[in-house]
Nanobody, 124 residues
Framework: QVQLVESGGRLVQAGGSLRLSCAASGRTFSSYNMGWFRQAPGKEREFVAAINWGGISTYYVDSVKGRFTISRDNAKNTVYLQMNSLKPEDTAVYYC?????????????????WGQGTQVTVSS
C-alpha cells in the first residue's frame, strides 16, 4: 500500500509558476513509476507527466512540454511538478499517482495508488 498526499496548489496569475509536491508513505516509493494527472470541471482526467522509478526517464503530454517539469527525490519519498508559464487552461485538480509497472504509462487505469488532489487555479 502506498499513501500519496499532494500539496502546493493555489490561485496564480497567468504566466506565473507553481511547484506541486506529492509525498509518499507506505511501501517502497523508489520502486514505483510516478505520474501527475489533472481534471478540470466537466472534463475527464488527463495525463500530464510521468517519471520512472529512478528519475531517469520522463514523459509529458504535448500541451505542457517546455513548461512543466516532473522530478523526484527518492530519499524524501517525494515527486514534484514544476509548472511555469501557467495558462488559464491549466486550471484543474492535480493528482499524483503511483504505478508498479515496468514502463511509463499514460492511462489512469494503469496506476495503482492515487492522492486526493490539489487545486490549481490560473486566472487570466
Amino acid at each position: 500500500q502506498v499513501q500519496l498526499v499532494e500539496s502546493g496548489g493555489r490561485l496564480v496569475q497567468a504566466g506565473g509558476s507553481l511547484r506541486l509536491s506529492c509525498a509518499a508513505s507506505g511501501r517502497t516509493f523508489s520502486s514505483y513509476n510516478m505520474g501527475w494527472f489533472r481534471q478540470a470541471p466537466g472534463k475527464e482526467r488527463e495525463f500530464v507527466a510521468a517519471i520512472n522509478w529512478g528519475g531517469i526517464s520522463t514523459y509529458y503530454v504535448d500541451s505542457v512540454k517546455g513548461r512543466f517539469t516532473i522530478s523526484r527525490d527518492n530519499a524524501k519519498n517525494t515527486v514534484y511538478l514544476q509548472m511555469n508559464s501557467l495558462k488559464p487552461e491549466d486550471t484543474a485538480v492535480y493528482y499524483c499517482a503511483a504505478d508498479g509497472g515496468m514502463v511509463l504509462r499514460i492511462t489512469s487505469r494503469s496506476y495503482d495508488y492515487w492522492g486526493q488532489g490539489t487545486q490549481v487555479t490560473v486566472s487570466s
